[in-house]
DNA sequence: TCTATAAACTGAATACAGTCATAAATGAAG
DNA sequence: CTTCATTTATGACTGTATTCAGTTTATAGA
């Protein structure tokens, strides 16, 4: 029923490979334009936000034509979860790396959860509308995929809750990847309440916490 | 630093108060037209879906002008969530008026979930979009305000736990409402999956078993 | 080097959501 | 009935995301 796609969205080669068997100036400019491109998005974004900033500013700012723009993004808000995305993908990272292992899970999950909250409390207007595109992800291979950021926290947290059972010969059995799901779709649920402006950035802590202790089952 | 918002959207008067003083020609006009461009969205966001429906398309169907429709929804999608809010309410009560007390309170869950996936199942293209809207719920008193539906979901929910509990002495002592938010955590989580392609049916339904099953402390 | 093919780029043109100055309808007051 | 103020309706207009037919640039082969 739809008409068919007529303009080809360019392959996503970050990383072209295990090998690198030269990379070719055709690609070279590939990627120098998309690194301008997603900088000067980035910079527009957080200095005016997401609604007031024009694709035609984006384009005149990397130095583009306005058609250009979406060979590398299919849409405004790809180009808002492209921009993004590695700096979510780093501050879970940090998140996980920075977790004091003489805690307790509750708390590991905590300070986990409260790292990747205080990104985005850094511009709530930004989060509002990211959060709410990421509801949706895109599938393996799109441009704006965020499966590497999804199985960066979904391993990690499961990572966390294997740990903690070592200590504890009374936990649960049930597989830790699931229970790492169930974790953060309670994070989750919650941000997304937290960015609509729903809840204090205290409250949606406390019950978070409360929360995640349901789910672990250690009600503190 | 935004403008200051110009045009103003009408009073939502649905049921104006517990008795009703006479209604008037005025609001009546306005109800008959707020339900006949609810009817035509509805026809059409179903026939050709919604991104291939226009605004124009909309308030022609519903004999309006173009700038008349946006007194009663802020925008398009405004316009989806206030389409299906109501089908989706009725959906939930007829999925808490269905469940079995005599089943497990996981089999009972089960049902409830069961029964709103299949809803959203119709129409698996409406509802991607519909649940990424409802990801950040509007004000109260806004005009596709949905905290209604949300009310009966999680008040539904706690009330199957309470009456569970009272069959089972060594039950979670945490309060009904927040075991309640983590059960419908998973579920929406998943949701979004589903309608996002990621899943299919049996696959949702048998991880979101495990998940509340982890909730609520019962390994099956 | 020259040529052919494919990939990448471009900006004028298009389509559409949403606005706003103006007009019509309503109800209240006399 | 006749003002007059307030609410509601209207559609021409505006701004902007996205498209696409045509152009340029890179690469490979001869």
Redesign the interface.
């Known amino acids: 029923m739809?008409g068919q796609r007529k303009v080809q969205i360019l392959e996503n080669t970050l990383t072209p490979g295990p090998d690198q068997p030269r990379p070719g100036r055709r690609e070279r400019n590939k990627q120098e334009k998309l690194a301008r491109i997603v900088g000067a998005a980035r910079q527009l974004f957080r200095e005016r936000g997401f609604a007031e900033t024009t694709t035609l500013q984006i384009a005149e700012a990397a130095d583009i034509g306005t058609g250009t723009l979406f060979l590398y993004a299919r849409s405004k808000e790809d180009l808002l979860v492209l921009v993004f995305r590695d700096e979510m993908l780093q501050t879970a990272r940090a998140a996980f790396a920075t977790v004091n292992s003489d805690e307790s899970l509750l708390d590991q999950l905590m300070h986990v959860f409260t790292t990747m909250l205080d990104y985005h409390e850094q511009d709530p207007g930004i989060a509002?509308i990211l959060?709410?595109?990421l509801?949706?992800?895109n599938?393996v291979g799109h441009p704006a995929d965020i499966s590497e950021l999804l199985n960066v926290i979904y391993s990690g947290l499961a990572d966390l809750v294997i740990a903690a059972r070592r200590a504890d010969p009374y936990s649960?059995?049930?597989?830790a990847l699931?229970?790492a799901?169930?974790l953060?779709?309670?994070y989750?649920?919650?941000l997304?309440g937290r960015?609509?402006?729903?809840s204090s950035r205290q409250q949606f802590l406390d019950?978070l916490r409360?929360?995640l202790?349901?789910?672990i089952?250690d009600?503190g």
């Open positions: 739809t509002r959060l709410r595109e509801a949706i992800p599938a649960q059995p049930e597989p699931l229970v799901e169930n953060f779709a309670n989750y649920l919650g997304l960015v609509g402006g729903r019950r409360k929360l202790a349901i789910t089952g009600a």
